[in-house]
């Protein structure tokens, strides 16, 4: 009578355990296909990459061990970018399709040249040729490449007289350092007659901003995997290095003496624009820090230096942060500061924020998709002044 109850007791907490545990994996399924449900109900498709089939750049990849599947714009870095010893590159010879691009919302093919840049093959020279460097704002990847600024001022240009050929050296998340190199390593092989410097706000260092969390295989399928990886940064590793915590502390320091905080809406008061500030330090809030512009500078330096040396005018065009824009105030102390400096290196250099701030009240169209990147009506906005600017000089 007792042999019984005591063989099935050493079983029943083991069966209460698999009860629990098939419970947190039915609420946990349940829960993962709610949300999956409500992800496609109420948000846009991910944005999803793919890479053009190219026998040599399997290759490639299969030489670097690199994967081409991966998804996400930011998670195609193995096939569209590539890492060098002087920061990121595009791939040379590559092309991919980016669907739902998380900015715009479009499908947007992006090629490169044999020299790692946006656009076709630069070819023989036959008329001026304009070479643009700078990060994300002039690679555009979030727009066709005839509605990106670089493009739009060729265009215009061969319409109106006086053509020109502008090439796109632009590349997503980089820097003064490595804008720098790419002219030095790739740029002056375009034999260019003018290069014009892309200045963003936060070019004091490569973007801090460019993160992305890889979506595994098996949730290849799942809307809601690909809108977190894209959207919940802090979960991704870094693509890029920061700036050392020293020199972004100091940016800080400086801030908080210059440009002290206070409450209201940054678009009304420029106390509650410094901490709006504050808030992007070791981003576009950098350029507000003398300590900032103490690294800034002598780049600007080496690029005049560099222009001097390989014959070509250099130009620089300030591109400003959105809340600049649509504040009610001005705001300009760094594109102030980069007037200045331009002025002591006898660089020419054209402020956009005039320029943006005008268009702001003569359209009700959106200018920025988000802090700085241009929109359509805001790229054709920029493209004339820019024409006027770079002809202006180059007659000079």
């Given amino acids: 009578m007792d042999e019984a109850p005591r063989a099935e007791r050493p079983s029943r907490p083991l069966h209460r355990l698999f009860k629990v545990l098939a419970l947190i994996l039915y609420w946990v399924g349940a829960g993962a296909l709610l949300g999956e449900g409500a992800t496609r109900l109420l948000l846009p498709p991910p944005e999803r990459v793919t890479v053009k089939p190219n026998p040599d750049l399997d290759r490639r990849l ?21 890492k060098t010893p002087t920061g990121r590159r595009l791939r040379a010879n590559t092309e991919v399709v980016i669907e739902q691009h998380r900015l715009s919302q479009r499908t947007i093919t992006l090629r490169t040249n044999s020299l790692g840049f946006r656009g076709p093959e630069p070819g023989a020279k036959t008329r001026t040729r304009v070479l643009f460097l700078g990060d994300s704002i002039t690679m555009a990847p979030y727009l066709p490449e005839e509605e990106t600024f670089v493009r739009l001022v060729q265009d215009r240009s061969l319409e109106s007289g006086g053509p020109l050929q502008t090439i796109n050296a632009g590349v997503g ?9 790419i002219l030095q390593e790739t740029g002056l092989r375009t034999d260019p007659d003018l290069v014009v410097l892309d200045f963003y706000l936060n070019d004091v260092q490569e973007s801090p901003g460019v993160r992305i969390l890889h979506v595994p295989r098996l949730l290849a399928w799942s809307w809601l995997a690909q809108h977190i990886a894209l959207n919940i940064p802090f979960l991704a590793p870094r693509e890029v290095p920061e700036a ?14 210059d440009f002290p905080s206070g409450p209201g809406a940054p678009s009304k008061d420029p106390a509650a624009f410094n901490g709006l500030i504050q808030d992007r330090y070791q981003d576009w809030g950098s350029a507000w820090s003398q300590s900032a ?15 001097e040396v390989h014959k070509f005018k250099l130009l620089f065009i300030c591109f400003p942060v959105a ?9 300009d102390q760094p594109q102030r500061r ?6 002591r290196l006898g660089v020419p250099a054209l402020d956009l924020l005039p320029v943006l701030r005008q268009a702001r009240g003569e359209t009700a169209e959106p200018l920025f998709y988000d802090e700085c990147h241009q929109t ?20 000079r």
């Fill in 173 to 181: 998340g980089i820097g003064l350092e490595a804008e720098l190199a």
């Fill in 338 to 343: 980069l007037m200045t400096a331009a002025g």
């Fill in 376 to 395: 359509p009506e805001g790229s054709r906005r920029i493209a004339g002044p820019i024409l006027d600017f770079i002809r202006r000089e180059s007659a």
């Fill in 293 to 307: 512009w103490r690294l800034i500078e002598p780049l600007l330096a080496e690029f005049k230096r560099q222009s």
């Fill in 62 to 82: 299969a030489a670097e061990n690199s994967d081409p599947k991966s998804l996400g714009y930011y998670g195609a870095i193995n096939a569209l970018y590539i």
């Fill in 323 to 331: 809340a600049q824009v649509e504040a009610d105030f001005v705001y």
């Fill in 244 to 257: 050392g915590e020293q020199e972004t502390a100091a940016w800080l320091n400086d801030l908080l003496r």
